[in-house]
Every structure is written in structure tokens, then in C-alpha cells.
């Protein structure tokens, strides 16, 4: 494949873009850090090789197309259950960089107990609300660029989105 | 100590947890589009000081009225 300025340019951009929500979207299924990562490698590398067709769409259909291979992949790797009891099992228990934490105070220790609470809470709540927390928490997107990414109505991405935080609120109150 | 209401600190600190850092993120990148070359400097920019045209016209200037003023000694002899 003959690489031009244009296409790499083109690519970098959209790369810069989409990564951090295509990351979060990913995550928010698989969890484990090393295989979002190799999946949001695979995703982009996909969109590398249709950079001109991709390209050609306006930003909305740009979302949808990358996100719509994102969940193929996802699809692809979540097919057993073992691999969905181990991303469950990491987000409840977080990610390797949370196990580098350093607790030393009683402050930090609770404020890392109630971080570890946060997290098995996220990991309970359904799929869908997960994955739209992710994307407006960790990706900061708008819920119209989510619901472009997921291709549902920007009102039920808020929607869910809003069930989500009660839920949590309600889960930490608890404690 | 955090407040345990406090949601949108937790989730803050959370989604630090989840984003991939500046290194990370240049890994995936690089995996799939090598860093470019740099672009070699061209070897004249690099030697010569940045008034070298200037420097060339007036010495070329120099050199033609030199070549056509004719010394009078030689004119008369």
C-alpha cells in the first residue's frame, strides 16, 4: 500500500478523534486493559485500510462505521463465557494501574475502599448502561456523539445514562 | 475523606483509571502507521549563513564593473 501525507494526515485525525471513545466503548465490555487495547488496535488498523471510504462519510457516519467495527471485533472476542466472567470479574476488581494505588492514610484508604466499591457497582449495572457511562465518563463524549456511535436516539442514551448515575448514587449511599 | 456521595469525583478518579496514557496511546499508533522519515535537510541550507544571496549579488555585482571599466592608463596607451 503506497502511504500519502493526505492519508496519513486523514488517518491521524480521525485516530485523534475517536480513539478515547472507542477505547471507552471497548472497555466498558471487555475491561481488561491489554485486550481493549489490542481491539482498539485492530479496530483502527481496519479503518487504516478504508481510510479513503471512510473519509468520504460526514462525522456521524464516520462514528457509526468505526463503532460498528469496534462492536464486530467485540462480538468476535466475547463469544465465550469464560472471557465475560473474567471482564466482569476485572472491572469489579479494577484495572492494573488501580492495583498500583498507594494507600498512606486512613483518607486514602477510604477513599480507594470507596473507589473499589465504585467500581464492582459499575460492574453490576446492565451492558448498555455501562457502555454509555464509559463513553460520557472516561471519553467525556456528548450523548448525541454517543448516540450517533451506538445509533440510537440521544434520548435514550440520556436516559440510560441517567438510570446509571441513580443507580450508582443509590449503591454508594448504601455503604 | 471523600464524601460517599460524591459521584462525579469518584467517576473522575475512575476514568483516570480506564483512559490509556500519552505512551499507550502512541504504541497503538505507531503499531499500525510507522512514524514517517524526517525529511533530510537539504545539505546547502545547512553551510551556508542565511545572507548568502545577498553576499553572491553584490559580489557578482563587483566583478562586472571591474570587467567593464577600462583603467585610463591602459586606454591611452
Known amino acids: 500500500m503506497t502511504v500519502s501525507a493526505d492519508d496519513r494526515a486523514a488517518f491521524t485525525e480521525l485516530f485523534e478523534q475517536h480513539r478515547e471513545g472507542v477505547h471507552a466503548f471497548l472497555l466498558a465490555r471487555i475491561s481488561d486493559r491489554e485486550v481493549a487495547r489490542d481491539l482498539l488496535q485492530e479496530t483502527f488498523l481496519r479503518v487504516w485500510h478504508r481510510i479513503e471510504e471512510v473519509t468520504e462519510l460526514d462525522l456521524g457516519r464516520q462514528r457509526a462505521w468505526i463503532y460498528t467495527v469496534a462492536r464486530n471485533l467485540l462480538v468476535d472476542r466475547y463469544r465465550t463465557d469464560a472471557t465475560r466472567r473474567a471482564t466482569l470479574h476485572a472491572v469489579a476488581h479494577g484495572s492494573d494501574r488501580a492495583g498500583r494505588e498507594q494507600a498512606d492514610g486512613s483518607g486514602q484508604l477510604v477513599a480507594r475502599d470507596q473507589l473499589a466499591h465504585l467500581r464492582r457497582a459499575i460492574a453490576a449495572l446492565p451492558d448498555d448502561q455501562r457502555e454509555i457511562l464509559s463513553m460520557a465518563v472516561v471519553a467525556e463524549m456528548t450523548s448525541q456523539q454517543i448516540a450517533e456511535a451506538l445509533e440510537l436516539p440521544a434520548g435514550t442514551v440520556r436516559y440510560k445514562l441517567h438510570r446509571a448515575r441513580a443507580r450508582l448514587a443509590a449503591e454508594l449511599e448504601d455503604t | ?77
Open chain 2, 1 to 77: 475523606m471523600a464524601d460517599p456521595t460524591d459521584l462525579d469525583g469518584l467517576l473522575r478518579r475512575w476514568a483516570d483509571e480506564q483512559r490509556l496514557d500519552v505512551r499507550e496511546t502512541e504504541a497503538v499508533l505507531h503499531a499500525i502507521l510507522p512514524p514517517a522519515p524526517a525529511a533530510a535537510p537539504a545539505a546547502a541550507s545547512a553551510s551556508l549563513p542565511a545572507t548568502w544571496w545577498s553576499d553572491l549579488s553584490t559580489q557578482v555585482s563587483a566583478a562586472i564593473v571591474l570587467a567593464t571599466v577600462r583603467p585610463a592608463t591602459v586606454a591611452s596607451s
